[in-house]
């Protein structure tokens, strides 16, 4: 049995598909040929459709582009003539800055929730994920539902009760998601000012939010990357090293399908004295922290009560240090007499320097400047592991996280209980800590594919006061899933209440902590449909 199901396409859409894509029949491929503007769109697209991205390219671009100057043209075919212009560039200029100035837009299919979370763990890359949100996971691909199959796993007397069990959780999911979605419409009935279109989607995000937790880390998602050379080495240099199979096969697909585009970035990955030494590396300390760990730390140890979110580091001298921060570029004295003199301001006076820097924020994309980054907060989180999938993607700040287990327990939406799925819903939960227990002594890489969603994960968030208005303003919206939005919502109360930063708090003006709304992406699938109604043609 193969990882990656192969797409078929015809003759006359694989003339098409390989003058823009790398390849037509691997899980990994680059996008060349096209205009900017359409690959962005495509991988905007590509978050909410449940097609791959050729086949997305095929059914909703190809008509609306002009190809007929590309008829000559074979993406899937090494680019020699490429390789030997960046060479001749990189070795005459001998400097990794150069390697951040070519960039690739890739698409990597069928890959595992526990693998996007490494794909997305790099800070200077852009990505976009598809979405459990719209797309339900009760369809096939293949004949097969849509979960990661290890090869040695499925090669191992676990094999068998692995796909079976994943069988078992898919068809869970399955089921209940009719039930779900009669049950919000009957709980919130159609508006007459709504489409059935705009209603329908609204209802489906409701039931998908309810029962994501199902779903098992092993769950296939597509991901769009677009990153520089420098970029993808970096990221290739932490795959290659990692425990998980799974990425350590996947960097050697993506490496294959760069190298056709931009090869002389990429050509210390697989050095023996450099790439692969770097790669050695990181193994090394990993392994070695590991054991510290497992001494310090045994499994048996139980984790001490705490809360869901706790503040664990914050600066008592913050109102201070922000005034200086904002005062300094508009000074002309060292910082050290700014910051004087602002301790020397009564707090009316502070707060005048505050409003003049801040502005009147209209809406949340209105940021201040750089001055709210002299401070910043940490933040020790318990959440599912849905919630962290959706945090994790803030990586300009700090996050790390722990091994993805049953250990902690997990969530279970009111509304599953409300639906009378509770019982469905409990089991499912048991048989992934079922499988997931019976993986970790012979896989203990590969045990977290078991784990459903619903389960708890513990991960630290450390960013400065400006990442921070991002973070919570963006993830507090009523269209936010309640997961995430309980989160964030809990940062901010501990920001002004716990760390005393009151101003730091008030700045955040669009912060939403309103209850949860009926239907979360109603309002913004209303906003979605009159920007299609007012466009023209």
């Known amino acids: 049995m193969t990882v990656y199901v192969a797409e078929e396409f015809t003759a006359e859409e694989s003339d098409v598909l390989r003058r823009y894509f790398t390849n037509l029949d691997g899980p990994v491929f680059a996008l060349v040929n096209l205009p ?192 520089t050379g420098q970029a993808y080495e970096a990221l290739l240099l932490r795959m290659r090293a990692h425990p998980l199979p799974e990425a350590r096969s996947y960097a050697e697909l993506m490496l294959g399908e760069l190298r056709k585009v931009i090869p002389s970035f990429l050509k210390r990955v697989d050095l023996d004295d450099r790439g692969v030494a770097w790669s050695r590396y990181f193994a090394g300390t990993r392994e070695a922290m590991e054991e510290q760990a497992a001494k310090l730390f045994p499994a048996s140890e139980e984790a001490d009560p705490a809360p869901a979110v706790a503040l664990t580091q914050w600066d008592p001298d913050a109102e201070v240090r922000l005034v200086t921060a904002m005062l300094y570029p508009y000074a002309h004295v060292p910082e050290e007499q700014v910051e004087r003199r602002v301790r020397d301001l009564s707090a009316e006076e502070r707060v005048a320097v505050v409003r003049a820097y801040v502005g009147e924020r209209a809406n949340r994309r209105h940021r201040p400047g750089r001055a709210l980054e002299r401070l910043s907060y940490r933040f020790d989180v318990l959440a599912d592991y849905g919630a962290f999938r959706d945090l994790q993607r803030h990586r300009m700040l700090t996050v790390e996280w722990q091994a993805l287990s049953p250990r902690h327990g997990y969530t279970r939406p009111d509304a599953v209980d409300l639906a009378g799925a509770r019982s469905r819903f409990d089991e499912a939960m048991d048989r992934s800590a079922a499988l997931h227990d019976l993986l970790v002594d012979p896989f203990p890489a590969q045990a977290p594919y078991a784990v459903c969603l619903a389960y708890k994960v513990r991960f630290v968030m450390q960013m400065n006061a400006r990442e921070a208005m991002h973070l919570i303003e963006l993830r507090t919206t009523p269209q936010g899933h309640p997961a995430y939005r309980a989160v964030a919502q809990e940062m901010h109360r501990l920001i002004a209440d716990e760390a005393g930063h009151h101003a730091v708090a008030e700045l955040m003006r669009h912060v939403d902590h309103s209850a949860e709304p009926s239907l979360e992406r109603l309002s913004a699938e209303r906003r979605a449909e009159a920007r299609r109604s007012s466009m023209p043609g």
């Open 36 to 227: 900017e503007v359409v690959k962005g769109a495509l991988f905007a697209r590509y978050s909410r459709s449940s097609k791959s991205l050729r086949r997305l390219f095929l059914d909703e671009f190809v008509g609306e582009l002009d190809i007929s100057g590309d008829q000559s043209i074979d993406a899937t075919v090494g680019l020699r003539r490429a390789e030997e212009l960046y060479d001749r560039v990189f070795f005459e200029y001998g400097d990794d800055s150069v390697a951040q100035l070519g960039g690739v837009h890739l698409a990597c299919e069928q890959a595992s929730n526990v693998l996007t979370k490494v794909l997305e763990r790099g800070r200077l890359m852009s990505y976009l994920e598809q979405s459990t949100r719209y797309i339900a996971y009760d369809s096939r691909i293949g004949g097969r539902y849509r979960f990661f199959r290890d090869p040695d796993v499925l090669g191992s007397p676990a094999g068998t009760r692995y796909v079976g069990d994943m069988d078992r959780l898919f068809d869970t999911y399955a089921e209940l998601l009719p039930t779900l979605q009669d049950f919000f419409r009957d709980r919130f009935p159609k508006e007459s000012e709504d489409s059935d279109f705009v209603y329908r989607q609204a209802i489906r995000a409701k039931a998908f939010d309810a029962l994501r937790g199902i779903l098992p880390a092993a769950s296939l998602s597509n991901v769009g990357i677009y990153g």
